[in-house]
């Protein structure tokens, strides 16, 4: 084999392994589901059940990595390409069993859930999603010390609006919790984006 076919034969393997990496959207597909679940926690704040907040999390913590495994699965079937390295179903069943037993992890849930996204991302070698992974984490915990409610509040209380002799205004909370949501979704439709443009290319 000449060098410049021993080059394309490289070349097309390359391609293909660009391909199949594109095909599983490696990065889209969690940050989707973790970002639609971060708007629905959005309705606990709503209607009165911040208390039920913590909850939610310890269950779609795993739940958001019990989708992922699913949607993989089915992608398997319908195109043979599978989740690449890291099982989204280990560490949805790991995480839910880490709750119940570690209760100390109940106070740092969301960042315990981007950790394990993490873990994930780096055996993928996904730059991107590792990044979006400890975004996560960081402003989860934020999150959860009300941080952004605090900012919010003085904001508002700059401008003249929703003044509150308690420090905060009703729907602060649920609006962090779309925002950061949102934001998530953002993050994975530049992903999808990036993803199709390597099939399309």
Not at 20 to 31: G, K, N
Not at 46 to 51: E, I, Y
Not at 159 to 186: I, K, R
Request: a positive charge; hydrophobic letters at 55%; charged letters at 15%.
């Amino acid at each position: 084999m000449s060098a410049s076919e021993s080059s394309e034969v490289l070349g097309e393997v390359d391609r293909l392994q660009k391909l199949a990496w594109a095909d599983r959207r490696p990065s889209s597909v969690p940050l989707f589901i973790f970002g639609a679940l971060a708007i629905l926690s959005a309705a606990f704040e709503l209607n009165d059940l911040s208390a039920w907040r913590l909850v939610y999390w310890l269950i779609a913590g795993p739940t958001g990595f019990l989708l992922c495994a699913a949607w993989y699965k089915r992608h398997r079937i319908t195109t043979g390409v599978g989740a690449g390295r890291g099982s989204y179903m280990k560490t949805g069943v790991v995480l839910l069993v880490s709750f119940i037993i570690v209760i100390p992890l109940w106070i740092i849930a969301l960042p315990t859930i981007a950790f394990a996204l993490l873990l994930i991302a780096v055996r993928q070698r996904n730059t991107y999603l590792a990044l979006c992974a400890i975004l996560f984490g960081v402003s989860g915990f934020l999150v959860s010390i009300f941080t952004f409610d605090n900012l919010l509040y003085r904001l508002a209380d700059y401008f003249g609006l929703f003044q509150s002799a308690s420090g905060y205004f009703s729907g602060a909370t649920a609006m962090v919790d779309v925002l950061w949501g949102v934001l998530m979704t953002v993050a994975g439709l530049i992903a999808y984006r990036r993803e199709v443009s390597v099939i399309d290319a």
